[in-house]
Structure formats: C-alpha cells, structure tokens
C-alpha cells in the first residue's frame, strides 16, 4: 500500500536517514561499543532537555516510564493531575502498581493551573506529583514554568513530567523548572518509530526510591540508574540497539539544527495551524494552552472526520480523529519532528478542497 504521510501525533513521520540508521548491523550489548553509543546519545539528550541529571533509556514504549516514575518515587501518596487521557493513564497506571494515588482531572482544553497544584501540595498529603506537559488527546500544553515555582516550594515532592509528545518540539527545562523525572517516547518530536523511550531522573528521585520497598522488575528505576552510572552506560537486560543507533543520529541532527531554531520552528508551524483552524473551525484547547506540537480542533463544521480521512488517504495523508470521548468532535493535526511549514500548506490545501471551504 502507498505510504500516506502521517500529521498523526505519533508516530510521527521518519525520514531516510533515521529509517538507514536503523537498519546498522548490529553489536554485543556488554562490548565498550555499546556503554560509548549510549554515553553519546546520553550526553547529547542531557543537552536537549537542559539537564545534568543520568538518563535511563528503556526498551518499551513511554508508558514503561510513566509507571516506573511512579511505582518507584511513592512511598507516601501521589497526586496525578490530568487534563485528559494521558494523565488519566498515569492515574490507571498508579492504581494497576498498587500505588496509592489520588487524581485532580481539568475540564478537558484546559491547563492546570498553579493555584490548583498549590491547593493539594499544601495538604502535605502527597509526596509525588505528576504533570502531562503535553496533552495529546486534548491539544493542551501546560505552563511548566508556572507550576515549577509551586514546586520550589514543596520540596518534599519528587515532581514527574510526561513530556512524550513535546520533548525535542518544545524547550524543556529541566533543571532550571526543577523536575525530577521527565520522560519521553522516541516515536513523537524525536522523529524516531516506536519501541524507545527515556527518561532524566535527580538525585532527589533516586534518593527517594531506595525507600521504595516494591520497585517491580523490568522498570526498576535502580537498576536501570545503576547499569548506567556504575556499569559504565549499559542496560539491565538487552536494550533497543537499532533505536539508539537511530536516536545518535537524530539527536544530531536536532543539534545542528539549533535548539532555539527548532523550537522556533515548531512554535511556527503550530501558529500557522491554529489561525487555519480558528479561520475554519475553531481550537479545542483554550487558547493560552494549545499546543506547539498538536492542534486539537473543535469540530464545529460537523464533518465525518471519517470520511474526510478516507479522502485524505486517497490523496497519500493521514490526521488523526479526536481521541476517546472527542472522536467526530474534534480531530487532530500534529506539527512535529521533521514537518515543515510546508507540508502542512499542503495537508491544509487538501482539507480545503475536500471540504469545499477554500482559502
Ligand atoms: C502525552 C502522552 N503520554 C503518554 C503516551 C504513551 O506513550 P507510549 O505510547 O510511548 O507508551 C502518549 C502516547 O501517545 C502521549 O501522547
């Protein structure tokens, strides 16, 4: 079947290069070939996310990390703010660990706010929270630097960020906003297939975890810091050599490209999406939270989101329907990776003419 270029919030598009790398022949996991490979790729994601912290690299899709994130900084209770499906999973995923957990859900298209988070850390119930940056069900980007000086004040609280569907789109902190985990997926801004994931973890997260009496197995945070920091960057058990190869040279090519123009570049391509989408319809997200990497979008014309998919198809796109309770109520356009300007002119030039609506 013909390849139909994906607007889809993952995964993402992937170019050549990326799709060659993978293809490396492969290498012993315990040789001095592997502990450099991810040293290097370490090193350089320490550079994107802004942080000095070890990064863990796990061999399973993102959610892998949301659980361990919380399985193993709990030892008292979690509080899990959701704004939509994402986050709602991170409470499921606290709840499946027999992690104790409550969750504060916001309206769907809104952000969490700094109020909210100071109202439940000043209980002193809690000593773990988590955020989704950013929501992909709902288009909504949280305000990290708001919440972060909440945070400064709680400092009994390991603060875990899902940052899978913003991190290398969106700048990220990490240890200026004070976060202790911040996880990503390799199949979303990264411009990467699926099948890797990664993490930053403080010093605070690991001290935290030695308390944790039940940390599980394959997610042990521990062990996957230990491997990294006394086994001289290697893996518990066999990492996803042909991602990492794969990531070495993403993260290249993300740091030629320059952190601030590539930030830039996604911030560019999101306004350009929103005014087509308040010129045809109208954003989901209140506005001070959309999204830089997805635009949600309110279906208010009544189209078959369907059926206008089924077109795009034909024409060799995809977008992605509204997710869960949102399908044929909103639908979604994701900006990210290596998408440019461009291709969303096109992908938006094909939607006008589908539906009739022109420029
Ligand atoms: C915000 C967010 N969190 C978590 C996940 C789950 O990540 P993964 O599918 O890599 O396990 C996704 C996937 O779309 C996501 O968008």
Redesign the pocket.
Known sequence: MAHKKLFI??PVEVDEGVLKMMSTPMIGHRTAEWSDLQRRVSEKLQTLMYTSNPIILSAS????L?EMAIRCTTAKRAIVFSVGA?GN?WHAIAEGNGVPADKYEEQWGEGITADIVERYLSTGKYDVATV?H???STGVMNHLDELAEVFRRHPEVVWCV?A??SLGGVKIQVDELGIDICVT?S??ALGLP?GL?LASVSEKAKKRAAEIGNRGYYFDMLQLLKYVEERNFQYPSTPAISHTYALDFSLDRILTEGLEARFARHRGMAEYVRSWAKKHFALFPREEYASDTVTCISNTRAISVKDLNNQLAERGFTISNGYGALKEKTFRIAHMAELRKNDLEELLGQIEEILGIGA
């Open positions: 919030p993952g899709s993102g959610t892998g949301l994402f999973r989704t950013n929501e992909t899902d899978v569907s997926s199949q979303k699926p994931s």
